[in-house]
């Protein structure tokens, strides 16, 4: 199981104090926030790829030729 993934889905004790179940929460926040961090970073690396780096390797006949036809 991924750590990210561990982080989001803990559970608190049921017998945890307030403080334990606001650290919880925090973990929690944390981990959504990296993960959406990571999203982003992955988003621009492709659109980065799609538009300066792929059209260099191919020419654009060769990029479309293999797209479907609607």
Known sequence: MDP???T???KTKPDAVKQEVD???D???SA???IDSLNRIKYVFLTFWIF???PTR???QQLFSS???I
Do not use: D
């Open 32 to 34: 959504l926030r990296a």
């Open 67 to 69: 797209l479907p036809l």
């Open 4 to 6: 990210l993934e561990k």
């Open 58 to 60: 191919f020419s654009c």
């Open 8 to 10: 989001v889905t803990n």
């Open 23 to 25: 650290r919880n929460e």
């Open 52 to 54: 300066f780096l792929l």
């Open 27 to 29: 973990m929690i926040r």
